[in-house]
């Protein structure tokens, strides 16, 4: 019997406490099991099962409460962007990769979205351009949720906004308010050519300034 790698044990332990969280359909703020109860459940070792629990605190996914235990956290943003920001995406080569990677989402996702935005969507577009102040360092942001969300794909919208904030913690971004106009309505017309152009150019606009 060949015996699994530890880092195989640990991944195999996350899979099943993600398996036991959907089954027992925990959401943010309920209780788990204590590492005891898991290991017994999970027939792990209490060391795999501790490293697993680790893992998903330092990813903000668990919080332990001394004295009461641990418990399903909130999905935050901000604290899986500190962990990227300070041991994954350093490299410059990494940063315009990531801007690229951005951008290429964004373009897929407003194409994706032209399908299905509702009159009540552009208004809200609309009303992020008539709010927009040329210091605003969330209007790229407030915009492309719009989008993102009208889309339906979560996981999508994940991905986007850790690419998102953490972009802004080493890039000042600077709009050209008219091609964002210009955006609005290329997604009324369902221009998927023109969104794919105006995509790129709110790039170029922003990188080069």
Not at 145 to 150: A, E, H, M, S
Not at 169 to 177: L, S
Request: proline share 2%.
């Amino acid at each position: 019997m060949t015996i699994p790698s530890k880092s195989k044990v640990y991944e195999e332990v996350l899979k099943e406490i993600r398996r036991l969280i959907d089954l027992n359909k925990l959401s943010p703020g309920d209780k788990l099991p204590s590492e005891r109860e898991l290991s017994e459940q999970l027939s792990a070792g209490r060391s795999s099962v501790r490293e697993a629990l680790r893992a998903m605190e330092l990813l903000g996914l668990i919080e332990t409460r001394r004295g009461e235990g641990t418990f399903l956290s909130s999905y935050r943003p901000y604290h899986m962007v500190e962990i990227l920001s300070a041991f994954i995406l350093q490299e410059a080569k990494t940063k315009e990769n990531l801007k690229s990677t951005k951008q290429l989402i964004e373009k897929e996702a407003s194409k994706i979205a032209m399908h299905h935005l509702q009159e009540q969507d552009y208004q809200t577009l609309e009303e992020h351009i008539r709010l927009f102040e040329s210091g605003s360092d969330t209007f790229h942001y407030d915009f492309f949720y719009t989008i993102f969300d009208v889309g339906e794909n979560q996981l999508l919208l994940k991905i986007w906004r850790l690419m998102e904030e953490f972009s802004r913690t080493f890039h000042k971004p600077v709009y050209d308010i008219e091609l964002y106009k210009a955006l609005i309505d290329a997604l009324q017309t369902k221009d998927d050519k023109r969104i794919e152009t105006l995509c790129a150019q709110l790039y170029q606009e922003k990188l080069s300034k």
